[in-house]
């Protein structure tokens, strides 16, 4: 199986790509995506730990992406509630997902969510199952794919905290 990992250098995407190169034998594509607000440094700490996964687990591919700046899209942050933040990078990071999955031809994304990234429901849609790719969240199992069908809090619920 062919895995598309968004990977961003941080804990959870990190730990993500570790499972994935340390207990399956999938083919690995690993995307940096650089947004406005990021730090300049985290390309260059993706480049570390790849680097570092390559010598001391096994090698896969790694690919780099800019995003365009949007403008603010503000929601509430969950159904139902007054609090507002824009979604607009997180959107247009989730259709880059998809641009770089068919890419690259993937089966699958693989997304290094925690129970912390489940703050808000606003973006576990089934947005991913129409271009038919399975997803893996590796905080619940790297080796059955998930299903979004009973809502984000049910998934929640099977997740580890951080992988610290």
């Known amino acids: 199986m062919k895995i598309l990992i968004p990977a961003s250098s941080g804990v959870n995407s990190t730990y993500s790509l570790y499972k994935f190169l340390s207990e399956t034998d999938h083919e690995i594509i690993a995307v940096h995506f650089t947004e406005e607000y990021y730090n300049v440094d985290e390309r260059q700490d993706f480049i570390t730990v790849s680097d570092w996964l390559i010598e001391n687990v096994r090698s896969f591919e790694r690919h780099?992406?800019?995003?365009?700046?949007?403008?603010?899209?503000?929601?509430?942050?969950?159904?139902?509630?007054?609090?507002?933040?824009?979604?607009?990078?997180l959107y247009s990071r989730y259709a880059e997902f998809l641009t770089q999955s068919r890419k690259h031809t993937v089966d699958a994304l693989a997304f290094g969510y925690s129970v912390e990234n489940t703050s808000t429901d606003r973006l576990y849609d089934n947005w991913h199952s129409e271009e038919g790719l399975k997803v893996f969240l590796p905080s619940i199992s790297v080796t059955e794919a998930i299903s979004f069908e009973n809502g984000i809090d049910i998934l929640a619920a099977q997740m580890s905290g951080r992988f610290e």
């Open 64 to 89: 780099y992406v800019r995003l365009p700046k949007v403008k603010p899209d503000m929601r509430p942050i969950r159904a139902g509630f007054k609090n507002m933040c824009s979604y607009s990078e």
